[in-house]
């Protein structure tokens, strides 16, 4: 299983991003969706996550500012960014609980990571 996130890039403080993470590959189901973000020098740390019954849960620092959505069809989990500060200015990462095939354990898999710079 592969996970592909877009979406970063250059946003001004209060500006919106969508990052996107989809999985390709061998995949017969999909648990949880997450998205993860990591500052230098520092733990990498949950941001939201969202399970396969649509149930969300999100970190006290983006509550109300950020949502998490997943699309199953596509196997693919979104993150719309509102409101963005300074703060939010790290690298984010998409994590995906999945079974690759049936009968097979669930694996943990990772993103590349993809920066998300908010500056004027």
């Not at 963005?84 to 943990?108: I, R």
């Amino acid at each position: 299983v592969q996970l592909v996130e877009s979406g970063g890039g250059l946003v001004q403080p209060g500006g919106s991003l969508r990052l996107s993470c989809a999985a390709s590959g061998s995949i017969f189901s999909i648990n949880a969706m997450a998205w993860y973000r990591q500052a230098p020098g520092k733990q990498r740390e949950l941001v939201a996550n969202i399970l396969s019954g649509g149930l969300t849960n999100y970190a006290d620092s983006v509550k109300g500012r950020f949502t998490i959505s997943r699309d199953n069809a596509k196997n693919t989990v979104y993150l719309q960014m509102n409101n963005l500060k300074p703060e939010d200015a790290v690298v984010y990462y998409c994590n995906m609980k999945a079974t690759p095939t049936s009968g097979s354990p669930q694996y943990n898999y990772w993103g590349q990571g993809i920066q998300v710079t908010v500056s004027s």
